[in-house]
């Protein structure tokens, strides 16, 4: 019963860490990009405000509720889109998504943090708290947005 | 409490899930199924297999007879007065949209008033906003006591007569609450209102008896009281049912078929359009055979044992609050909870973790999660099967995941 190697996996310190201490955690007031997002299945939700200026993410900040694996995610996401391109931004949420998938992917892409969310895709039930925040992102700035 | 030997009627239980015996605590979002519900359908399959209500051959008449006799054991299981009171449908959804689109449609004009609680599942809230929005009617909630119970007083004051339709869950599916059907129904009479009740969460667990409550209309489904997934049941006072309209239209419903005009089968096929759940009636009336050798009263009574020992077990735990009434008497066997800042969602993978299965979410009740103030919660149900062992490895778990928590934090 005590066993709790198997959450090891999924919990990675850098995880709870992100949970515990969430990084750009906020409105940004005059932002240039709002996005809402929930997860209907569980009650997750996400409020992601960003400035994009030239292709450029100048900031992102979220507030939100839900479980550490999601809250954890969007604080990694911010961290890493601040400073790149939409482009880079982008390809970024679609190796998460390749990740999740147990797929093939890029691997000289600079996950930082992120790379502990590569537990999450050993406990499928938990596959929609991380990609939560990304599919935010990815809603705000990718092609369909408007 | 029950005798043990029952889980050895369902063969799903007897298994390991992340190396630790399966302990299945979310029998109120789906059942698990005894061998002879199995057995009933896979029979079914493997000797009777037919279309009904027409074939003049051998296995016609047997499907027939199979899907009709499961008619007659819903009718004897809720006591209502006659068989033709008794439709089939996909589930307690389908049920409560049948109502919603037939009866209310014709019956619900602009600013009259549709009165539901704050405690609803969502298949009982959004039949009834539809059908407010495209009606012009309105929609009130009773608003609900601090312990998760409705007050007759507050049901008082919120139908009125120009209350068309109240429509009430008979259990809750997050705190368990047994609500006072009957006296309701009276209140509903009272002002010329028709009672609809959302019976997913009670028929499975207590006694029911539509004659008794004296409601117009009562939903439940088969798969949460041991049948197969994708049949329900509606009943209907004969006097309304005769006056509805259906709401799905096409073969196995009609009586005569012209080019520009038909007309409808009696009671209750026309309300039963297309080939209907043959295989799932005929399972449903397996679970009621099985529900009936047990007993409803022992069923109720276990599942009381089970609450009270949990909510006591559980209070142990520090930092853990449980929702809705206090008194385990009051409250079938659904336990509602949260772990002080574990998030439910992790306390559920932790559990699972531990073999123990629970649901994490809003259990489809937004509305009352707002009314909680809370995102989400926890939730153990329990069934003829689980045990007081079943409990205690709950609470361990709890242990385990608030240890776990603390450590990381």
């Not at chain 2, 919660?377 to 240890?403: H, M, P």
Request: proline share 3%; glycine share 8%.
């Amino acid at each position: 019963m005590k066993s709790t190697k198997n959450l090891d996996q999924l919990y990675r310190s850098v995880i709870m860490d992100h949970y515990k201490t969430p990084r750009n955690k906020g409105v940004i007031e005059k932002s240039s990009v709002t996005v809402d997002m929930n997860n209907p299945t569980c009650g997750d939700v996400i409020h992601l405000t960003m400035i994009v200026e030239d292709d450029i993410v100048q900031d992102a900040k979220f507030e939100g509720e839900g479980c550490s694996i999601s809250m954890a995610s969007a604080s990694m996401m911010t961290q890493m889109i601040k400073g790149k391109s939409v482009e880079d931004a982008l390809k970024l949420a679609q190796t998460i998504s390749e990740i999740m998938l147990g797929n093939e992917y890029d691997k000289s892409i600079d996950l930082g943090d992120v790379e502990a969310l590569s537990g999450v895709a050993k406990f499928p039930a938990r596959i929609k708290c991380a990609t939560l925040a990304w599919k935010a992102m990815e809603k705000g700035v990718g092609p369909d947005s408007e | 409490m029950l005798n043990q030997e029952i889980r050895k009627h369902f063969p799903i239980i007897e298994q390991e899930i992340n190396g630790h015996p399966l302990v299945y605590l979310d029998s109120a979002a789906t059942s698990q199924k005894p061998q002879q519900v199995i057995d009933a359908i896979r029979n079914y399959y493997e000797n009777d297999n037919s279309n009904v209500h027409r074939g003049v051959h051998t296995l016609g008449n047997r499907a027939t007879e199979g899907y009709e006799g499961a008619r007659d054991k819903v009718r004897d299981f809720i006591n209502a007065k006659s068989r033709e009171e008794i439709v089939f449908t996909r589930g307690t959804t389908t049920a409560l949209n049948l109502v919603a689109q037939s009866y209310g449609s014709a019956n619900v004009g602009e600013g009259d008033e549709i009165v539901i609680t704050y405690m609803e599942h969502h298949s009982n809230i959004i039949p009834w906003q539809q059908l407010a929005k495209a009606k012009g009617a309105v929609l009130k909630y009773i608003d609900l006591e601090e312990d998760g119970t409705l007050s007759l007083d507050k049901v008082k004051e919120t139908i009125t007569d120009r209350t068309k339709i109240v429509s009430v869950m008979h259990v809750s599916n997050v705190l368990g609450t047994i609500n006072p059907i009957k006296e309701i129904t009276e209140i509903a009479h009272a002002h010329g209102a028709v009672m609809v009740v959302d019976g997913a969460q009670a028929a499975p667990h207590i006694k029911v008896d539509v004659q008794s409550l004296d409601c117009d209309f009562y939903a439940f489904s088969g798969h949460k009281m041991g049948g197969p997934t994708g049949i329900g049941v509606l009943y209907g006072k004969k006097a309304l049912l005769n006056k509805m309209e259906p709401v799905e239209f096409g073969g196995e419903m009609i009586d005569f078929v012209g080019l520009h005009e038909s007309t409808w089968k009696e009671l209750p096929w026309k309300f039963e359009g297309g080939t209907p759940i043959i295989a799932g009636a005929i399972g449903l009336g397996a679970a009621i055979d099985f529900l009936e050798e047990i007993g409803l009263d022992h069923i109720e009574r276990h599942e009381h044992d089970l609450a009270a020992y949990a909510m006591e077990k559980m209070s142990q735990v520090e930092g853990l609050t449980i929702y809705g009434p206090k008194n385990a008497e009051a409250r079938a066997g659904v336990v509602t909870f949260n772990l002080s800042d574990v998030h439910p969602h992790d306390l559920a993978t932790v559990l699972d973790m531990h073999g123990v299965a629970v649901r994490a979410g809003h259990h489809c009740a937004q509305p009352l999660m707002k009314w909680l103030d809370v995102s989400a919660t926890a939730r153990a149900s329990f069934y003829i099967y689980n045990t007081k062992e079943d409990v205690d490895r709950l609470v361990d778990g709890l242990q385990v995941a608030k240890e776990y928590f603390n450590e990381v934090n």
